[in-house]
C-alpha cells in the first residue's frame, strides 16, 4: 500500500484522532463497557497514525518533516503550522504509546463518570501531541493551555485525598508561569510580525530583531519560568508531589510520562533555539539548579513513606539529568537528554501504573502497610523488579543509557557536574532498591496481604509493553538515537560555534 | 450642519438607516399594547414569542440597514460596519436574554409583558447610541437604554433587595449621564459643535483648550459608569446581586457594549485629548479592583459583578493602546465577554430557582453530577472567562494585550496579566464546587426547557467558535476600526506623541 499520501496529513491525523474520538464518545449512550472500548481503540487508532512518523521518517535529514503551514487567523498572522523533527517525533510516540496503557490502566478502577473521564483523558492526549508537534508559537501556547483544564479536572475529579488542593495548586502553578512566556510571546509577534518559530529564529540570527539584545534576557526568562514550572525544576517543584499522589494512576502516568516532557522539550526547543547566548550565559545556574534538582530528589524520595511521593520525586531527579544534559550543550547530553525523557517517560509511567495497581487492592500507598509482597504477588513483583532495574539504571535497560550519555555531556562541559551528578545515580539505586526492599522482602507483615491477588490479564497486557519498550530501548539505543542524533546536531550548530567541542558518538 | 440640509425633508433612505430601530420600537409598543388586554396567564408565552419575534426581525432589518451605508438625518446617525456590529451584537444579545427569560419569569412568577416591551425599548436605545454620531443624540439614545434598564432591574417587584437594586442604579445612574451632558455641554463650548466629525476635525486642527480636557474628563465619567470601570463601579455589586439573574447577564453585556461604542467614538473618533492617563488609571484600578473583591465572594452573582468589573478593565486597556489596534480589540473583547457572560448568567437564572434561593457558591456543589449539561457549560463560560483557549475569552485577552504591547504598555500589560492569573482561581472556585464537591441533594435542580437549551447551545457555541476561527469577526471588527479611525488619521501621528507620554508605560 502506498501511504506517502499521508505525509501532508499525519500530523493533523495524529492530534486530533483522539479529540475527534471525545467528540463522539459524547454521543455515546452511557454504558461504561463500550465506552472503555471505544477509547481504547481510539487511542490505539492514534498509536498506529503515530507509528507512520517513524515509518516514513527520513532518518539523517535535519530539520522539520511532515510539515503543513496553513493560515488560520490572518490577522494577527497566525499559522496552523506543524512539524516534527527527531526530538518533537519521539515524545508525540511516547503520548500516543502511553494513552492506550492509560485506557487499559483505568479499565477497573475508573467507574464513575466513566464517560467524563475518558473524553478528558482523549482530549488531554490531542493537547498533549498538539504541544510537540506545533511550530507557530501560538499555536504551541493554545496547546500547552489546553493541557491545564483536562488534567487539572483528571485530578479533580478523579484523584483522592487531597485532590481539590492538588488539582487548583496544580492550575494554578502552570497557569501563573504561562503568563509569562505568552507575554514574551506577545514581544517577539509585536517586533518580527509572526509567531512562526522557524522565521522567528532566522529573523533573530539575522539581527533584524529591534530591541532583542535588551529585551532577550527577559525573554529567555519568560519562557524559561513556565518550563521550569512544568520540569519541575527545583525550586519550582513542590506543586509535583501533591499532583502526582491525589491524581487517578493515569493521571500520574501521563502527568509524569508526557506532562512533564513538555517543559524540558520547550528548554530545548525555545529557550536554546531561540536565545542560544542567553542560554550559554544562564547555563551555570541552570545547570546548578538542576545538579540540585537530581541530589534533593533523590534523597527527598529516599525518606517518603509514601510509594507515589517516592516516584514523584524520583522524576524530579531524573528530570534534573534532563536539563543538565540540554545544558551542557553538547551532543551527548543533548542526545541523553532526550533518551532519558523517553526512558523515563515508560519506566516512570510503569512505576505509577504498579503503584496504581497496589492501590486499587489496599487503598492505600503507604509503604507500612506493605511488606513481603513478593509472597502472595510473585508476578507483580517481579514486573516491580524489572521496571525498577530500568528506572534505576540497570545496563541493558532504557535508564542507563540516557543517564550515561547525560554524564558524559556533563563531564565535557565541567566536570563538576558529571561528578555531582553521577552521584544521584547512586541515590536513585538506593531508594529505589530500599523501596522495593521494604515493599516485596522479607516477611508479610499484614496477615490481610496473604490474600491479595496477583495481577489480573488485563494488568498485565498493560504492563507488558512498557516493559517490552524498556527492554528494546536498552538494548538498541540507536533505533531512537538515529533519528534524535541530527535534530540534536541542528540544535547545537547555533549554539556551540566550535564544533570541534563536539565529541560524538 | 447648514440650514439648507435641515429643511430638506428625510428621504426614505434616512428611514432604512434606522430601520431596526423604527422595528424594534413597534414590537415593543405592541407588547405594551397588548398586555393589558391579555389573561396574565396566557400573556407569558405569547408576549415573549413577540419579543423574540421582535429581535429577529430587527437582526433582518440590520442586515437591510447594512447594505445601505451612510449618514441619515442631516449627519445624526451613521451607518457603517461599526454601528452595524453593535446592532448585531446587543440585538443579539437581546434574543438570547427573552430566550432564558421565558422559563425564569414562570418560576418567579413574574408579570411578563411589560419586561419583553422595556427589553425591546431599552435596545433602541441601545442600537441607536452605536450609530449616532452627534452627542446629543447619543445621549438620548443612552438615557432610552438606561430607564429601561433602571426599571428592569426592579422586576422582581416582591423582593426587596431587587427594589433596592433599581434604585440604587436610578440614582447613582442618573448622576452619571448628568455628568455625561455636562461633558457634552462643555465639548460645544470647547469646539463649538455636537457632531463628533466636526469636533473631531476642529481637535485635529490643534485647538485643544483647557475646556476640551475637561469635557473628556466629565464624558469618561458618564460612560465609565455605564460600563462599570472602577473607581465608578461602586453600584455594580449591589445592582447584579438585587436585580433578576437574566436581566443581570444583560445589564452587564448589552448596555456596557453601547457604552463602550460611545467610548470608542468619543475617546477614538474623537481623538481625544488627555485621554491616555485617564484610560489607564481606570483600567488598572478596574482589573485589580474587580478580581480582588471577587475573591472573597461567596453570591455567584456578586461574584460575577466583580468579575464584570475586571472585564471592563481588561477592555480599558485597549483604549489605552493606539487606536487602529485598539479599537478592534475592544470590539472583540465585547463580542467574547457578551457570549460568555449571558450564558454564564443563563445558567445561574435557570439555577437560582424560585425568589432567587439559590445562588451561593456551595449550592453550585456537585452541580457537574446531578445536571451535566448545565454544569458543562457554565464550565465552558468559566474557562473562557478565565481566557483559556479554544474559547473566545482567550483570543480576546490575547487581542487586548497585544495590543498594549504593541502600543509599548508594558506596564498595563503586566498588571492585566497577572490579574488575569489572579482571576483565575475564583472561577476555579466554582468549577472546583460543581466538579469535585458532593452537593447536597436539597439543592434542586429544574427540568431544562426547550428555550434555555437553544439559549445555551448559541452561547456555547459562540464562545467556541470565537475560540477557534476568530478570523472572521476578526476581520469585521478590523474594517470597522478603520472606518472609526480614518478621520483622525492624517493628523494622527503629530497628536499620538502628544497625547502619549514619550515612554509611554
Given at each position: 500500500?502506498?501511504?506517502?499520501?499521508?505525509?501532508?496529513?499525519i500530523?493533523?491525523?495524529?492530534?486530533?484522532?483522539?479529540?475527534?474520538?471525545?467528540?463522539?464518545?459524547?454521543?455515546?449512550?452511557?454504558?461504561?463497557r463500550?465506552?472503555?472500548i471505544?477509547?481504547?481503540?481510539?487511542?490505539?487508532?492514534a498509536?498506529?497514525?503515530?507509528?507512520?512518523?517513524?515509518?516514513?521518517?527520513?532518518?539523517?535529514?535535519?530539520?522539520?518533516?511532515?510539515?503543513?503551514?496553513?493560515?488560520?487567523?490572518?490577522?494577527?498572522?497566525?499559522?496552523?503550522?506543524?512539524?516534527?523533527?527527531?526530538?518533537?517525533?519521539?515524545?508525540?510516540?511516547?503520548?500516543?504509546?502511553?494513552?492506550?496503557?492509560?485506557?487499559?490502566?483505568?479499565?477497573?478502577?475508573?467507574?464513575?463518570?466513566?464517560?467524563e473521564?475518558?473524553?478528558?483523558?482523549?482530549?488531554l492526549e490531542?493537547?498533549?501531541?498538539g504541544?510537540?508537534?506545533?511550530?507557530?508559537?501560538?499555536?504551541?501556547?493554545?496547546?500547552?493551555e489546553?493541557?491545564?483544564?483536562?488534567?487539572?479536572?483528571?485530578?479533580?475529579?478523579?484523584?483522592?485525598?487531597?485532590?481539590?488542593?492538588?488539582?487548583?495548586?496544580?492550575?494554578?502553578?502552570?497557569?501563573?508561569?504561562?503568563m509569562?512566556?505568552?507575554?514574551?510571546?506577545?514581544w517577539?509577534?509585536?517586533?518580527?510580525?509572526?509567531?512562526?518559530?522557524?522565521k522567528?529564529?532566522?529573523?533573530?540570527?539575522?539581527?533584524h530583531?529591534?530591541?532583542?539584545?535588551t529585551?532577550?534576557?527577559?525573554?529567555?526568562?519568560?519562557?524559561?519560568?513556565?518550563f521550569?514550572?512544568?520540569?519541575?525544576?527545583?525550586?519550582?517543584h513542590?506543586?509535583?508531589?501533591?499532583?502526582?499522589?491525589?491524581a487517578?494512576?493515569?493521571?500520574?502516568?501521563?502527568?509524569?510520562?508526557?506532562?512533564?516532557?513538555?517543559?524540558?522539550?520547550?528548554?530545548?526547543?525555545?529557550?536554546?533555539?531561540?536565545?542560544?547566548?542567553?542560554a550559554?550565559?544562564?547555563?551555570?545556574?541552570?545547570?546548578?539548579?538542576?545538579?540540585?534538582?537530581?541530589?534533593?530528589?533523590?534523597?527527598?524520595?529516599?525518606?517518603?513513606?509514601?510509594?507515589?511521593?517516592?516516584?514523584a520525586?524520583?522524576?524530579?531527579?531524573?528530570?534534573?539529568?534532563?536539563?543538565?544534559?540540554?545544558?551542557?550543550?553538547?551532543?551527548?547530553?543533548?542526545?541523553?537528554?532526550m533518551?532519558?525523557?523517553l526512558?523515563?517517560?515508560?519506566?516512570?509511567?510503569?512505576?505509577?501504573?504498579?503503584a496504581g495497581?497496589?492501590?486499587?487492592r489496599?487503598?492505600t500507598?503507604e509503604?507500612?502497610?506493605?511488606?513481603?509482597?513478593?509472597?502472595?504477588?510473585?508476578?507483580?513483583?517481579?514486573?516491580?523488579?524489572?521496571?525498577?532495574?530500568a528506572?534505576?539504571?540497570?545496563?541493558?535497560?532504557?535508564?542507563f543509557?540516557?543517564?550515561?550519555?547525560?554524564?558524559?555531556?556533563?563531564?565535557?562541559?565541567?566536570?563538576?557536574?558529571?561528578?555531582?551528578?553521577?552521584?544521584?545515580?547512586?541515590?536513585?539505586?538506593?531508594?529505589?532498591?530500599?523501596?522495593?526492599q521494604?515493599?516485596?522482602?522479607?516477611?508479610?507483615?499484614?496477615?490481610?496481604?496473604?490474600s491479595?491477588?496477583?495481577?489480573?490479564?488485563?494488568?498485565?497486557?498493560a504492563?507488558?509493553?512498557?516493559?517490552?519498550?524498556?527492554?528494546?530501548?536498552?538494548?538498541?539505543?540507536?533505533?531512537?538515537?538515529?533519528?534524535i542524533?541530527?535534530?540534536?546536531?541542528?540544535?547545537?550548530?547555533?549554539?556551540?560555534?566550535?564544533?570541534?567541542?563536539?565529541?560524538?558518538? | 450642519?447648514?440650514?439648507?440640509?435641515?429643511?430638506?425633508?428625510?428621504?426614505?433612505?434616512?428611514?432604512?438607516?434606522?430601520?431596526?430601530?423604527?422595528?424594534?420600537?413597534?414590537?415593543?409598543?405592541?407588547?405594551?399594547?397588548?398586555?393589558p388586554?391579555?389573561?396574565?396567564?396566557?400573556?407569558?408565552?405569547?408576549l415573549?414569542?413577540?419579543?423574540?419575534?421582535?429581535?429577529?426581525?430587527?437582526?433582518?432589518?440590520?442586515?437591510?440597514?447594512?447594505?445601505?451605508?451612510?449618514?441619515?438625518?442631516?449627519?445624526?446617525?451613521?451607518?457603517?460596519?461599526?454601528?452595524?456590529?453593535?446592532?448585531?451584537?446587543?440585538?443579539?444579545?437581546?434574543?438570547?436574554?427573552?430566550?432564558?427569560?421565558?422559563?425564569?419569569?414562570?418560576?418567579?412568577?413574574?408579570?411578563?409583558?411589560?419586561?419583553?416591551?422595556?427589553?425591546?425599548?431599552?435596545?433602541?436605545?441601545?442600537?441607536?447610541?452605536?450609530?449616532?454620531?452627534?452627542?446629543?443624540?447619543?445621549?438620548?439614545?443612552l438615557?432610552?437604554?438606561?430607564?429601561?434598564?433602571?426599571?428592569?432591574?426592579?422586576?422582581?417587584?416582591?423582593?426587596?433587595?431587587?427594589?433596592?437594586?433599581?434604585?440604587?442604579?436610578?440614582?447613582?445612574?442618573?448622576?452619571?449621564?448628568?455628568?455625561?451632558?455636562y461633558?457634552?455641554?462643555?465639548?460645544?463650548?470647547?469646539?463649538?459643535?455636537?457632531?463628533?466629525?466636526?469636533?473631531?476635525?476642529?481637535?485635529?486642527?490643534?485647538?485643544v483648550?483647557?475646556l476640551?480636557?475637561?469635557?473628556?474628563?466629565?464624558?469618561?465619567?458618564?460612560?465609565?459608569?455605564?460600563?462599570?470601570?472602577?473607581?465608578?463601579?461602586?453600584?455594580?455589586?449591589?445592582?447584579?446581586e438585587?436585580?433578576?439573574?437574566?436581566?443581570?447577564?444583560?445589564?452587564?453585556?448589552?448596555p456596557?457594549?453601547?457604552?463602550?461604542?460611545?467610548?470608542?467614538?468619543?475617546?477614538?473618533?474623537?481623538?481625544?485629548?488627555?485621554?491616555?492617563?485617564?484610560?489607564?488609571?481606570?483600567a488598572?484600578?478596574?482589573?485589580?479592583?474587580?478580581?480582588?473583591?471577587?475573591?472573597?465572594?461567596?453570591?455567584?452573582?456578586?461574584?460575577?459583578?466583580?468579575?464584570?468589573?475586571?472585564?471592563?478593565?481588561?477592555?480599558?486597556?485597549?483604549?489605552?493602546?493606539?487606536?487602529?489596534?485598539?479599537?478592534?480589540?475592544?470590539?472583540?473583547?465585547?463580542?467574547?465577554?457578551?457570549?460568555?457572560?449571558?450564558?454564564?448568567?443563563?445558567?445561574?437564572?435557570?439555577?437560582?430557582?424560585?425568589?432567587?434561593?439559590?445562588?451561593?457558591?456551595?449550592?453550585?456543589?456537585?452541580l457537574?453530577?446531578?445536571?451535566p449539561?448545565?454544569?458543562?457549560?457554565?464550565?465552558?463560560?468559566?474557562?473562557?472567562?478565565?481566557?483559556?483557549?479554544?474559547?473566545?475569552?482567550?483570543?480576546?485577552?490575547?487581542?487586548?494585550?497585544?495590543?498594549?504591547?504593541?502600543?509599548?504598555?508594558?506596564?498595563?500589560?503586566?498588571?492585566?496579566?497577572?490579574?488575569?492569573?489572579?482571576?483565575?482561581?475564583?472561577?476555579?472556585?466554582?468549577?472546583v464546587?460543581?466538579?469535585?464537591?458532593d452537593?447536597?441533594?436539597?439543592?434542586?435542580?429544574?427540568?431544562?426547557?426547550?428555550?434555555?437549551?437553544?439559549?445555551?447551545?448559541?452561547?456555547?457555541?459562540?464562545t467556541?467558535?470565537?475560540?477557534?476561527?476568530?478570523?472572521?469577526?476578526?476581520?469585521?471588527v478590523?474594517?470597522?476600526?478603520?472606518?472609526?479611525?480614518r478621520?483622525?488619521?492624517?493628523?494622527?501621528?503629530?497628536?499620538?506623541?502628544?497625547?502619549?507620554?514619550?515612554?509611554?508605560?
Amino acid at each position: 500500500m502506498n501511504t506517502s499520501g499521508l505525509d501532508p496529513i499525519i500530523l493533523t491525523l495524529v492530534t486530533f484522532i483522539p479529540a475527534i474520538g471525545a467528540l463522539l464518545l459524547l454521543v455515546i449512550p452511557r454504558r461504561d463497557r463500550d465506552i472503555r472500548i471505544f477509547a481504547l481503540i481510539v487511542s490505539l487508532f492514534a498509536f498506529g497514525a503515530s507509528l507512520h512518523l517513524v515509518a516514513r521518517v527520513h532518518r539523517w535529514l535535519p530539520g522539520f518533516q511532515y510539515e503543513v503551514d496553513k493560515a488560520w487567523i490572518s490577522k494577527p498572522n497566525i499559522h496552523y503550522h506543524m512539524g516534527v523533527d527527531g526530538i518533537s517525533m519521539w515524545l508525540v510516540l511516547l503520548t500516543t504509546f502511553l494513552t492506550p496503557l492509560c485506557v487499559l490502566i483505568s479499565w477497573k478502577s475508573i467507574h464513575e463518570r466513566v464517560k467524563e473521564f475518558f473524553i478528558l483523558l482523549l482530549v488531554l492526549e490531542t493537547a498533549l501531541i498538539g504541544v510537540f508537534t506545533a511550530l507557530d508559537l501560538f499555536l504551541f501556547y493554545f496547546f500547552w493551555e489546553s493541557t491545564l483544564i483536562p488534567m487539572a479536572l483528571l485530578i479533580g475529579i478523579y484523584g483522592h485525598g487531597r485532590k481539590v488542593y492538588a488539582a487548583v495548586k496544580f492550575f494554578l502553578y502552570t497557569m501563573v508561569a504561562s503568563m509569562f512566556m505568552l507575554a514574551a510571546v506577545i514581544w517577539l509577534y509585536a517586533k518580527v510580525g509572526s509567531f512562526d518559530f522557524v522565521k522567528i529564529q532566522e529573523a533573530i540570527r539575522a539581527g533584524h530583531v529591534e530591541g532583542f539584545a535588551t529585551a532577550a534576557p527577559w525573554l529567555f526568562l519568560g519562557f524559561f519560568i513556565a518550563f521550569a514550572v512544568k520540569v519541575p525544576l527545583f525550586p519550582f517543584h513542590t506543586w509535583l508531589p501533591d499532583a502526582h499522589v491525589e491524581a487517578p494512576t493515569a493521571g500520574s502516568v501521563l502527568l509524569a510520562g508526557v506532562l512533564l516532557k513538555m517543559g524540558t522539550y520547550g528548554l530545548l526547543r525555545f529557550n536554546l533555539g531561540l536565545f542560544p547566548d542567553q542560554a550559554r550565559q544562564n547555563a551555570p545556574w541552570i545547570c546548578t539548579l538542576a545538579l540540585i534538582g537530581i541530589v534533593y530528589g533523590a534523597l527527598v524520595a529516599m525518606v517518603q513513606p509514601n510509594l507515589k511521593r517516592v516516584i514523584a520525586y524520583s522524576s524530579v531527579s531524573h528530570l534534573g539529568f534532563v536539563v543538565l544534559g540540554i545544558f551542557s550543550f553538547t551532543q551527548a547530553g543533548l542526545n541523553g537528554a532526550m533518551f532519558v525523557m523517553l526512558a523515563h517517560g515508560v519506566s516512570t509511567g510503569a512505576l505509577f501504573m504498579l503503584a496504581g495497581i497496589i492501590y486499587e487492592r489496599k487503598h492505600t500507598y503507604e509503604i507500612t502497610e506493605m511488606g513481603g509482597l513478593a509472597t502472595p504477588m510473585p508476578k507483580y513483583a517481579t514486573f516491580f523488579l524489572f521496571v525498577t532495574l530500568a528506572s534505576v539504571g540497570l545496563p541493558l535497560l532504557n535508564g542507563f543509557i540516557g543517564e550515561f550519555l547525560v554524564l558524559s555531556g556533563a563531564f565535557q562541559a565541567n566536570p563538576w557536574y558529571g561528578i555531582i551528578g553521577a552521584t544521584g545515580v547512586i541515590w536513585s539505586a538506593c531508594y529505589l532498591l530500599w523501596m522495593y526492599q521494604r515493599v516485596f522482602f522479607g516477611k508479610v507483615t499484614h496477615p490481610e496481604n496473604n490474600s491479595l491477588p496477583d495481577l489480573s490479564a488485563l494488568e498485565q497486557l498493560a504492563l507488558w509493553p512498557t516493559a517490552v519498550a524498556a527492554l528494546v530501548m536498552g538494548v538498541a539505543p540507536l533505533l531512537w538515537l538515529n533519528i534524535i542524533d541530527p535534530a540534536v546536531q541542528t540544535a547545537l550548530t547555533a549554539l556551540v560555534p566550535n564544533a570541534a567541542r563536539v565529541v560524538g558518538q | 450642519m447648514n440650514p439648507q440640509t435641515m429643511q430638506s425633508i428625510p428621504a426614505a433612505a434616512d428611514y432604512i438607516r434606522i430601520l431596526p430601530e423604527i422595528v424594534l420600537s413597534i414590537f415593543g409598543m405592541v407588547i405594551m399594547f397588548l398586555d393589558p388586554l391579555l389573561d396574565e396567564e396566557k400573556s407569558q408565552k405569547l408576549l415573549g414569542g413577540i419579543g423574540l419575534a421582535g429581535t429577529i426581525a430587527a437582526l433582518l432589518s440590520t442586515w437591510i440597514m447594512a447594505q445601505s451605508p451612510g449618514f441619515a438625518f442631516w449627519n445624526m446617525v451613521r451607518v457603517d460596519e461599526f454601528s452595524v456590529f453593535f446592532h448585531a451584537l446587543v440585538i443579539l444579545i437581546a434574543l438570547v436574554l427573552i430566550l432564558t427569560s421565558y422559563e425564569y419569569m414562570a418560576v418567579q412568577r413574574i408579570r411578563a409583558g411589560e419586561y419583553y416591551g422595556l427589553i425591546l425599548l431599552g435596545l433602541v436605545g441601545m442600537c441607536l447610541m452605536s450609530s449616532a454620531v452627534e452627542l446629543v443624540l447619543i445621549f438620548i439614545a443612552l438615557e432610552i437604554s438606561s430607564i429601561s434598564t433602571y426599571i428592569l432591574a426592579g422586576f422582581r417587584r416582591r423582593s426587596a433587595i431587587s427594589s433596592e437594586s433599581s434604585l440604587k442604579y436610578f440614582l447613582l445612574g442618573s448622576f452619571a449621564t448628568a455628568f455625561f451632558l455636562y461633558g457634552v455641554a462643555l465639548m460645544f463650548g470647547a469646539t463649538g459643535s455636537t457632531n463628533i466629525e466636526e469636533i473631531s476635525a476642529y481637535l485635529n486642527s490643534g485647538n485643544v483648550t483647557v475646556l476640551a480636557y475637561v469635557a473628556v474628563a466629565f464624558m469618561f465619567i458618564g460612560l465609565g459608569f455605564k460600563v462599570a470601570a472602577a473607581p465608578f463601579h461602586v453600584w455594580t455589586p449591589d445592582v447584579y446581586e438585587g436585580a433578576p439573574a437574566p436581566v443581570v447577564g444583560y445589564m452587564s453585556t448589552a448596555p456596557k457594549a453601547a457604552a463602550f461604542a460611545v467610548l470608542l467614538r468619543v475617546l477614538f473618533e474623537i481623538n481625544a485629548p488627555g485621554r491616555f492617563w485617564l484610560v489607564w488609571i481606570s483600567a488598572a484600578l478596574s482589573m485589580t479592583l474587580g478580581n480582588v473583591a471577587a475573591l472573597v465572594q461567596d453570591n455567584v452573582k456578586r461574584l460575577l459583578a466583580y468579575s464584570s468589573i475586571a472585564h471592563a478593565g481588561y477592555v480599558l486597556v485597549a483604549f489605552a493602546a493606539r487606536p487602529d489596534v485598539g479599537a478592534p480589540a475592544v470590539m472583540f473583547y465585547m463580542a467574547s465577554y457578551a457570549a460568555m457572560n449571558v450564558g454564564a448568567f443563563a445558567v445561574v437564572s435557570h439555577l437560582a430557582n424560585a425568589g432567587e434561593r439559590y445562588v451561593t457558591v456551595e449550592d453550585y456543589a456537585g452541580l457537574g453530577r446531578r445536571s451535566p449539561f448545565l454544569a458543562g457549560a457554565l464550565a465552558i463560560f468559566l474557562i473562557s472567562l478565565i481566557g483559556i483557549p479554544i474559547t473566545g475569552g482567550f483570543f480576546a485577552k490575547f487581542y487586548v494585550f497585544s495590543a498594549a504591547l504593541q502600543s509599548n504598555l508594558v506596564v498595563l500589560t503586566i498588571i492585566g496579566v497577572s490579574n488575569s492569573a489572579l482571576g483565575a482561581y475564583y472561577y476555579l472556585r466554582l468549577i472546583v464546587a460543581m466538579y469535585m464537591k458532593d452537593g447536597s441533594d436539597d439543592v434542586p435542580v429544574l427540568p431544562i426547557p426547550a428555550s434555555l437549551a437553544l439559549a445555551l447551545v448559541i452561547t456555547i457555541t459562540a464562545t467556541v467558535y470565537l475560540g477557534v476561527v476568530p478570523g472572521r469577526v476578526l476581520d469585521s471588527v478590523q474594517r470597522s476600526a478603520q472606518q472609526l479611525v480614518r478621520p483622525a488619521e492624517s493628523t494622527q501621528p503629530a497628536q499620538l506623541n502628544q497625547v502619549a507620554p514619550p515612554h509611554s508605560l
